[in-house]
């Protein structure tokens, strides 16, 4: 009775009272699992679809018959193009206009130059420094074969974004077809469309960069959307009144307006671009990826560690660098300024690139550094890890033992003991407690295609795995944010250490922890649960750092202590915001699973490896499904719960 | 009045907002019909004309629709029925191009919140409607460079808008609405975002442009004091309706509904009423002494007023024409009507 | 007569000459791929400099060892050099069934692979290398997931090694768990070796590890043709996988089918290349132990074997 009273609307109360019905459905399949029939444990051979065949026969189809391969092919050579022309400028490839290499002192000059002109000093010695790092770690050539594909790439991904964004603004049928294929682009592991982008672009420079515009394109989209919307009305009327044609509103007046989303959407693309650095590179993008699978196959892992923090590097200066200039406003000159005082930096970066060139010309060190001149870190960080290693040996043997015995084996024979029908009746109370029948269709048509792929054992262990390391980073990541968010000061080293864990490649981690736990479930739990920490650190902090100021000094005034104000304040304003990087650690874990497959794992992963040896097109995309879908259906529930949690508290406010 | 000497004018204008079939809409559609079927109506069978060189001012709280009539008039946004007219032309009926066109070189508008573009200049933006209709870069800065220093700008040609104050950004403004020399000039609330020393300096600075420029106006303000302090008419529109539309003092001194008079009510009369509009006609009684200009409001010959010996005080029209004004009524309007408990 | 025999014998000349117009090498680069491997980058270094001396054009592009053979089908890679029989059999066997690959030259090498241990592990079970002392110390290699029997750790599952068969035909006292990469048996063997743990562990020759680390392979049963298919082969007469592997698999080198026309000296060249263990060994030692960069690894090993080289390309 009680609870009717409390609950703003009646539908709310059926909502509630339908999902506990089906929560308890759910919980008697389970427990009588023993007297439930076969067909209800685990979908019948006759009822699972062949998703893989069909989708072959497609694939075969759209190959051979409908001539799709050559209008790809045509596209990727254009690609390859603008490749082989940065190519050429930054690592002196052979191909037009055959004037490269840059020296690396000239392109050094370069960045600083630019970081001086977006951000000041500091960010000028940081992207001089960068690069002065490469060049003397004896990583140019990796480095610019790394940038001359993210250069070509990035600039397409955001053109691209930019046109889809915008047909998806103008016609809400393009925003309706695009937003499924955005998730699914987003959320499908990268293995997955290997074999597809091989057939239809070939390999190589060309086949990374499209991987990197394939994985990068989405977020531009949706800010260029975002952005477009944002523009004030009254913007556009007055471009209207100003007599310009939709033309000219579009290119003049909505796309500048809309300026700072999408220098956020650039900002996305160039760190998404980073991301795939490694990834690409099973397909032929060349580089620091390349190079850094090469190492790690060969267990150098302080070479490999080298690379990764350039990479890390690379990702902070260019995340930096966009993010200035997203900021940027512009400033006016002093009427009658100097051609000298209008055009500092052009100057300043004339006279530093001769410079450069001049230096080039005396002495071959300042062209490119060769690997027999370079510096390396790599011995005393080998040192570092080893010391490391055999410290926590004897903890890391006796977690190993622990989590293995009385976790891990227990809690993934629960999952595979679960009723197929169980757990798909529970998935549909859970969407329903959070969004009514619509919720719960939604979860349904995600849980029961991986129901009929015949792929469910499989699936349910990368549930298991998901579900162990977001709980761990729950443990870890919630405790830190708290502490962090404390002080500004600690929350702002904090995120810059979650950047660092983020852009890190995430293939380093994976030496290091077989070393420690050995090839089993421990050391992917290890290796996922690093990476899944990261956003609900992140969110923890920004979540209790947004909470409005007013309300802090209100519950102060009220007589708050400070328990009282974390626990009946700061928290519950921060749930929406924790839900938000709880399914970012979901996706992120997911995401890492599959990539755990490298240190062998008995999951879907591990299934598409297997269908990429066999170069199975269907096998690989409909794992990947699988695991897209188990992805969407999180980020369904938590995302309709943290708009329902904003919705109430901003009914409550 | 005629279409032919009005500039700018609209028909049984509707503005129905909601779902699917509009209903029949004419003089006897009323809310409730509407409401049945899930429409609001934002302008409701509203019909005014405004003449070459007249400055008309629609007067409303927020809601009554003022914004939305002004950009049916601008055809911003379409009417859902009723017809604008410009100059003789069919708003409605023009093609994308043809509305174009017209907007290029015929009108100009201010907005509230200024419409700025964020990323040009001052000088940038005065130019944008020149470069839009493909005006060369020389004749267009030269132009918006004489717009600025027309406005009071000169020197912050180079500055960006966020790089100005309130009131200067709104001179930006009132400078690119003017820049292609349009014949009707559209404000809607330019100067209400403004804080109120910026405001009285802003209509000041709009009266002196007006009388340089010379345009057909349509200004929009919830601000009715503004509204007397400009306006040659003034339209008062109540959830989209106008309820009156007629001459400050008419309206101070004959409100058609209540709710106008409400409106009314706490002005000061002085500074709204002309001496011609209490002048009557002699019929016969003597004129004696000087005459009174008639445009002078009874504010500005108050002293006189009150010092004057005589009952009934000459006024001379603007034609030479000649009448009386009761010097009782006018004391009236100026202190206030005798009270009875005051007077004892 | 003679005239006639003249006449024949210009036109043929004349064919032939045209013949050796259109022989004439492609000006396109050759693609050679490269993996995450050091002996398959130097090896793809040395014949692309080998290829480079003919006058040809060569370019190197980083592909997944799986995914190569899509693309050597497609003629976007031209040819690749370490077609391991254990690893990659399948995908080339694959890609052969749906054309646009050929089987150009086997080297002269041999490749092994099976159960094998580091010496360290001898001193804990000092029976090896034979199968059933192994069994006997299977206790020594036990991990906590696998409870009280040995560990045995086999390479990615999709290289189709028949470990799990073997256990159970041998009746012996493991569980096999498998690594989801090469490099994660390198950390293995890499953190037992800290500790002097007992480990074993799927390997092969010839690979850099057999630098690194000194070990030996399982003796099992000897392979019999016949073991993986007829019961009856082998000791155990009920079952099938009841012996090791052939300890001579082959490693091929593969190529696009259109190379032979397009780059016809390339192909002559390339059907005569064949290295042996040693020589594999040495190109993987070169990068490996003694840290030089592939490209350069390549020019050393071909100026110290110019006598094995330079008949390949006449």
Known sequence: MTAAALSPAPASFDRRRTAQALLLLAALLATGRNILPEALLRPPEALVIPFAAWINAAFAFARDDLGLMALTRAFSDLVEFGLDVTANLLYGKARWPRLGPIPWVVIAATAATLGHALGGRRLAAFAGGTFVWIAVMGQWQWAMETLSVIVVAAPLSVLLGLALGTLAWRFSVAERVLNPLLNIAQSLPHFAYMIPVVVFIGIGPKAGAIVTIIFSVPPMIRLTLLGLRAVPPEIIESGKMSGATRWQLMTRVRLPAARTEILIGVNQVIMQSLAMVVLASFIGMPGLGQKLLQLLQALKIGLSFEIGTTIVLLAILLDRMSKAAAHRQPVHHAAGATFRQRHPHLLAWLALTAIGFALSALHPYFTEVERKQALSLAGPVDAGVDVLLTVVAPLADWLRWFLITWVLIPLRDAFLWLPASAVLVFVAGIGWRVGGRRSALVCLAFALPIALSGWWDRAMITVYMVTVSVTLALLIGLPLGLIAAARPKRAARMLLVCDTLQTFPSFIYLIPVIMLFGVNDVAVIAAVVVFATVPILRYTVEGLRSVPPELVEAALMSGANPRQMLWQVKLPLAVPTLLVGANQSIMFSLFMVIIAAFIGTQDLGQEMQRALSSADVGKGLVLGFAVAFIGLLADHVLLTWSRNRVESLGARR | ?344 | MQRQTRLLLTAASFALGAGMAQAEDSTDPITIPIHNWSSQIVMSNVVGQMFESEGLAVEYVSTDSQAVYEAVRLGDATLELEVWEGAFGASFRAAVEKGGIVDVATHNAITREDWWYPSWTKEACPGLPDWKALNDCAAKFATPETGDKGRFLGGPVDWLKHDQEKVDALGMNFVVVNAGSAAALWAEIAAAEKTKTPIVVFNWTPNFAEAVWPGEFVEFPAWEEGCDKDPAVGPVPDKTYDCGNPANGYLKIAAWDGMAEKWPKAYATLQKVSFTNPQIAEMAKLVDVDGMEPEDAAAKWLADNEAVWKTWVE
């Open chain 2, 1 to 344: 009045m005629t279409d032919t000497d009005s500039v700018i004018s609209c028909h049984n204008l509707w503005k129905v907002f909601g779902p699917g079939q509009m209903p029949e809409l004419n003089e006897r559609t009323t809310t409730q019909d509407l409401q049945a079927g899930g429409h609001i109506a934002a302008v409701r069978n509203v019909s005014l004309s405004i003449k070459r060189g007249e400055m008309l001012v629609v007067m409303g709280l927020s809601g009554s629709g003022k914004s939305t009539l002004v950009r049916c008039l601008a055809r911003l946004i379409d009417a859902t029925s009723g017809a604008v007219m410009v100059e003789g032309r069919d708003l409605g009926a023009m093609t994308e191009a043809q509305l174009i066109d017209l907007r290029r070189r015929k009108m100009g508008m201010v907005f509230q919140s200024f419409g700025l573009l964020p990323h040009r200049t001052a000088l940038e933006n005065v130019a944008f409607p020149l470069e839009m209709r493909g005006q060369d870069r020389a004749s267009r800065i030269a132009r918006a460079t004489e717009m600025l220093s027309l406005v009071g700008l000169k020197g912050r040609e180079g500055y960006f808008p966020r790089e100005l104050s309130g009131g200067q950004q709104q001179r930006v403004g009132i400078a690119r609405s003017l820049a292609v020399e349009p014949d009707i000039w559209f404000l809607d609330e330019p100067f209400s975002a403004l804080d109120p020393l910026i405001r009285r300096e802003m209509q000041d600075e709009f009266l002196r442009l007006k009388a340089m420029v010379a345009k057909t106006i349509v200004f929009i303000t919830h601000d009715f004091d503004e509204a007397i302090r400009l306006a040659d008419r003034i339209a008062i529109m109540k959830d989209g309706m106008v309820e009156q539309c007629d001459t400050p003092e008419r309206i101070v001194m004959a409100p058609a509904t209540p709710y106008v008079a409400k409106f009314t009510s706490a002005v000061d009369r002085s500074r709204v009423v002309r001496a011609g509009a209490l002048s009557r006609p002699v019929n016969g009684r003597s004129v004696e002494g000087d005459a009174l200009a008639a445009n002078a409001t009874l504010h500005q010959i108050a002293r006189i007023i009150a010092c004057d010996p005589r009952d009934f005080i000459p006024v001379r029209a603007a034609d030479g024409s000649v009448g009386l004004m009761d010097r009782a009524e006018a004391l009236d309007i100026l202190l206030g009507p005798d009270l009875p408990e005051t007077a004892a």
